[in-house]
């Protein structure tokens, strides 16, 4: 199942920004995010994400 830039932001809900891929993680776990959503959090660069636009650029960037 594809997964899009929005179902992540509903299990990045109560992030705070900047942060890190780790904490993206750590956040849509306790979100009760899905596998397919974990799996794709974790396939992200390992950088710092300044606000939510960053991680939708960063998905976007994975997708063929």
């Known amino acids: 199942m594809a997964v899009s830039s929005a ?3 509903k299990y990045l809900q109560g992030v705070d920004y ?4 780790g904490d993206l993680i750590k956040q849509a ?6 596998p397919e959503v ?7 660069p390992e950088e710092t ?16």
């Open 7 to 9: 179902q992540v932001e």
């Open 38 to 44: 974990m799996n794709l959090l974790r396939q992200l």
């Open 18 to 21: 900047p942060t890190r891929k």
């Open 49 to 64: 994400y300044q606000k939510p636009a960053d991680v939708t650029q960063a998905i976007g960037a994975m997708k063929p």
């Open 29 to 34: 776990q306790q979100n009760g995010a899905p």
